[in-house]
């Protein structure tokens, strides 16, 4: 009965590969999105997304894209990891888009490992 | 520049003290802030969420306070628990697009018997 769900947990990977972090939601929510999470703690948003807008942080670069099969699934595609995408990807949900957006609830992370 | 910042930055205190945590933040338009707790390994958990009009909400053992003047919030833990022992992230949010939201680095709390 979990809320958000996200594969896999752990994700290690060479340079250069292209890898997936799938995520689901079984909250009925009508947004999804992805944050990352570096060393130091800080949470960024990467992208936010329902079934009429995808907002993408300007700062992420256009090797990492979201694809949405559903409104439940937000997945997110890494195209030519670099050694700093090493990092923990949190995906979210809320019912509402924008900053009056319900709460959001997180999944459990993936940690990203680049060698 | 929208900013959110946190203090301490790590906190120890024995089970069953109260402790405060501080929030300061410079977003603008302010739109809502919340708090979130976030276990080790985990993602965060909403604990609340309060608005420019909302001085003080509590949730449990846990009361925020929201001064919308000074731009200052606190998060007030009474009588801790082993299981209070995580990180407590303040997220404030501005008035616009969904990616107006801000989060502070967060403090990581230890509670010990």
């Known amino acids: 009965d979990t809320a958000v769900s996200q594969t896999p947990k752990y994700l290690v990977t060479q340079m250069g590969n292209d890898k997936s972090i799938k995520c689901e939601q079984n909250?009925?929510?009508?947004?999804m999105y992805w944050y990352k999470q570096d060393s130091k703690k800080f949470l960024k948003i990467m992208f936010s997304?329902?079934?009429?807008?995808?907002?993408i942080n300007e700062t992420v670069p256009n090797r990492f894209s979201p694809k949405s099969p559903d409104k439940a699934h937000l997945n997110l595609h890494i195209n030519s990891l670099e050694l700093g995408d090493s990092a923990v990807y949190f995906c979210?949900?809320?019912?509402?888009?924008?900053?009056?957006?319900?709460?959001?609830?997180f999944g459990p992370g993936t940690r990203l490992t680049v060698l | 520049k929208n900013q959110v910042e946190q203090s301490p930055q790590s906190l120890i205190i024995l089970e069953g003290k109260n402790c405060t945590l501080q929030c300061n933040y410079t977003v603008s338009p302010f739109s809502n802030l919340r708090w979130y707790k976030q276990d080790t390994g985990r993602g965060p958990v909403s604990l609340t969420i309060?608005?420019?009009?909302?001085n003080t909400k509590s949730n449990g053992r846990y009361t925020a306070t929201l001064d919308a003047d000074t731009k200052q919030s606190s998060l007030h833990i009474t009588a801790s628990q082993l299981s209070d022992s995580a990180s407590y992230i303040c997220?404030?949010?501005?008035?616009?697009?969904?990616?107006?939201?801000?989060f502070g680095t967060g403090t990581r709390l230890t509670v010990i018997p």
């Open positions: 979210a949900s809320s019912q509402d888009m924008g900053p009056w957006a319900d709460t959001q609830y």
């Open positions: 997220v404030v949010s501005a008035r616009g697009g969904a990616n107006n939201l801000f």
């Open positions: 909250l009925g929510h009508d947004t």
């Open positions: 309060m608005t420019f009009s909302e």
């Open positions: 997304y329902n079934n009429k807008e995808l907002i």
